[in-house]
């Protein structure tokens, strides 16, 4: 373990949907699937907006911009049961998730801040066997607005006991990185396949990988503003499909 002066930041923040669990395919397949059953078209640019929203804010958007019947507690609990029956049938996690998440806290505590209501971290968590590797996990339903809002982000350090300014983050989606560095915090992107940020996005970002086997010790040392030779440039790249 590096010594406390030479660890870059203070602690470290996952997202999960896409960034350690591959759902976020699996959260559209579902909320379309509803949709249909219900003889409801799906809008133009509903799938990018609902990324990153708490579930108050997406079952609402299901409900009054998606036209589902029924009120959005409905709509929520229809859909979680869903995912959490995916869940127990085949979780799939993102390449080297298990193993990034040890790799950060070997070095400095970690917390989470992810869209996914508390049964939904629970599950994946247990199935990834990290559980007890996080100090502080927070759902944005736990906080006054999801995702782009840095409510959850700031919630987490919080928690953890760290200002937010001295920690890094690791998000997939445009909702999810514009939350952490509304937080302030230093933001590492992993721009999925499926609908990655825009550039101007991800040019907000410290630094852009292509796998999670490049989140290691020596990108954050490069990356922190404490290192005099960091460089916000060079660990950069066009990762989109």
């Given at each position: 373990?590096l010594a406390?002066?030479?660890t ?14 591959d759902?976020?395919a699996?959260?559209?397949d579902i ?15 509903a ?11 997406w ?8 036209g ?15 995912m ?6 085949d ?7 298990v193993?990034?998440?040890?790799r ?6 970690i917390?989470?801040?992810t ?15 990290v ?25 987490v ?8 300014t001295?920690c890094?983050?690791i ?6 990185i ?21 550039q ?5 970002c410290?630094?852009?990988?292509g ?7 020596d990108?954050?040392?490069?990356i ?18």
């Amino acid at each position: 373990m590096l010594a406390p002066a030479q660890t870059p930041f203070d602690a470290f923040v996952f997202d999960m949907d896409g960034t350690l669990t591959d759902t976020e395919a699996v959260w559209d397949d579902i909320r379309r699937d509803l949709a249909a059953r219900h003889d409801r078209p799906w809008p133009d640019g509903a799938t990018q907006a609902m990324m990153g929203m708490s579930t108050p804010e997406w079952s609402s958007y299901l409900v009054e911009t998606v036209g589902l019947p029924g009120t959005p507690e409905e709509a929520a609990q229809e859909t979680i049961d869903a995912m959490v029956e995916q869940y127990h049938r085949d979780l799939t996690l993102v390449p080297g998730a298990v193993a990034a998440v040890r790799r950060m806290a070997a070095e400095r505590p970690i917390g989470l801040a992810t869209s996914s209501p508390r049964v939904l971290i629970t599950a994946a968590l247990d199935e990834m066997g990290v559980t007890d590797l996080f100090g502080a996990t927070v759902s944005t339903e736990e906080v006054a607005a999801g995702k782009p809002a840095p409510d959850g982000y700031l919630r987490v350090c919080q928690l953890l006991g760290v200002d937010p300014t001295r920690c890094a983050a690791i998000e997939d989606s445009t909702n999810g990185i514009r939350s952490a560095l509304a937080a302030g915090m230093t933001v590492i992107a992993l721009p999925p396949h499926f609908h990655p940020p825009a550039q101007d996005v991800l040019d907000r970002c410290a630094a852009v990988i292509g796998s999670l086997d490049e989140l290691t010790e020596d990108l954050l040392v490069q990356i922190s503003p404490r290192s005099t030779t960091a460089s916000t440039t060079a660990p950069k790249e066009d990762t989109h499909p």
